[in-house]
T-cell receptor, first 117, second 113 residues
Framework: DVKVTQSSRYLVKRTGEKVFLECVQD?????MFWYRQDPGLGLRLIYF???????EKGDIPEGYSVSREKKERFSLILESASTNQTSMYLC????????????????FGQGTRLTVV | GDSVTQMEGPVTLSEEAFLTINCTYT??????LFWYVQYPGEGLQLLLK?????DKGSNKGFEATYRKETTSFHLEKGSVQVSDSAVYFC????????????FGGGTRLMVKP
């Protein structure tokens, strides 16, 4: 069974803390993504990575950074957590788009609900 | 750029009612289309997909047909159950989008017994 695993289901952090959200996939996928989900705003892409050490900004990268040192692991970093970063964070992975391969869906982790107080 | 528009919720139905959640898209070429479902407190799960025009995706009694002429991918189920209560997301992966999925805003479905 394919799996994307996020390190925590629930997390409470203080304003100004450095926060690490970890995501691991066991499917040998090239692509990995971090989204945040907020009521009324749907899913918004923060960052994605299409290869080890490669990263691209999504729609809302401000206040976040990412790290991908190994193919299976993609970390989201909140350099200095703020209350407006309280949200549900979703990690996903998918096969790369190579050689005309189409229709490959993204697989999601269970989500991390982060509260910044 | 690519975009997905789906009906706003919440959609409230009685058990055994017929469900339609509308989804339309804008994309160049021939995107692949997906429906995801999110149960309370969980991540997103793929519900069904279609990769070319006139394809019908189906799973767990849900169906959606890829309509190129109307750029639509409406989700339907003949008889909903309380356990179908969830948020449903329509998404596309563009033909030339490389690695990206574009999501609609989500539609919350509430099914009452």
């Amino acid at each position: 069974d394919v799996k994307v695993t996020q390190s925590s289901r629930y997390l409470v952090k203080r304003t100004g803390e450095k926060v690490f959200l970890e995501c691991v996939q066991d499917m040998d996928h090239e692509n990995m993504f971090w989204y945040r989900q907020d009521p009324g705003l749907g899913l918004r892409l923060i960052y994605f990575s299409y290869d080890v050490k490669m990263k691209e900004k999504g729609d809302i990268p401000e206040g976040y950074s990412v790290s991908r040192e190994k193919k299976e692991r993609f970390s989201l970093i909140l350099e200095s957590a703020s209350t407006n970063q309280t949200s549900m964070y979703l990690c996903a992975s998918s096969l790369g788009y190579k050689g005309g391969r189409r229709g490959t869906e993204a697989f999601f982790g269970q989500g991390t609900r982060l509260t910044v107080v | 750029g690519d975009s997905v528009t789906q009906m706003e919720g919440p959609v409230t139905l009685s058990e055994e009612a017929f469900l339609t959640i509308n989804c339309t898209y804008t994309a160049t070429g021939y995107p692949s289309l997906f429906w995801y479902v999110q149960y309370p407190g969980e991540g997103l799960q793929l519900l069904l997909k279609a990769t070319k025009a006139d394809d019908k995706g189906s799973n767990k009694g849900f169906e959606a047909t890829y309509r190129k002429e109307t750029t639509s991918f409406h989700l339907e189920k003949g008889s909903v159950q309380v356990s179908d209560s969830a948020v449903y997301f329509c998404a596309l992966r563009g033909q030339n989008a490389g690695n990206m999925l574009t999501f609609g805003g989500g539609t919350r479905l509430m099914v009452k017994p």
